[in-house]
Nanobody
Framework: QVQLVESGGGSVQAGGALRLSCAAS????????MGWFRQAPGKEREGIAT???????KYADSVKDRFTISKDVNKTTLYLQMNSLEPEDTAMYFC????????????????????WGQGTQVTVSS
């Protein structure tokens, strides 16, 4: 059974940084594409970063050059380093496991992911 547990969210001022973690269990961690998504109140869930089995990454334009996705296979943990945070980054952040193995065939689209964590809140104040 796929289990994903996010942590590391919190409240920071604009320009600050946070690192989110997602502890994964119940499946072969490095066999699947993994992604980070976020959802602000009243908005649709937005894919922001993915990483595949070969450590190839993809970012949404809104976070490119500020956020970095990575993983530790030995710890079966996914990370999202978030720098230069902006108030517009305020949202609930979710990690997710792709339906696809090895490569991220659905990119940043949420329909391509079938395992989700409960989310961790990030609030950025100006």
């Amino acid at each position: 059974q796929v289990q994903l547990v996010e942590s590391g969210g919190g409240s920071v001022q604009a320009g600050g940084a946070l690192r989110l973690s997602c502890a994964a269990s119940g499946y072969s961690f490095n066999k699947y594409c993994m992604g980070w998504f976020r959802q602000a109140p009243g908005k649709e869930r937005e894919g922001i970063a993915t990483i595949d089995s070969f450590d190839r990454t993809k970012y949404a334009d809104s976070v490119k050059d500020r956020f970095t996705i990575s993983k530790d296979v030995n710890k079966t943990t996914l990370y999202l380093q978030m720098n230069s945070l902006e108030p517009e980054d305020t949202a609930m952040y979710f990690c997710a496991r792709s339906r696809a193995i090895y490569v991220c065939t659905s990119g940043l689209e949420a329909f391509g992911y079938d395992g989700w964590g409960q989310g961790t809140q990030v609030t950025v104040s100006s």
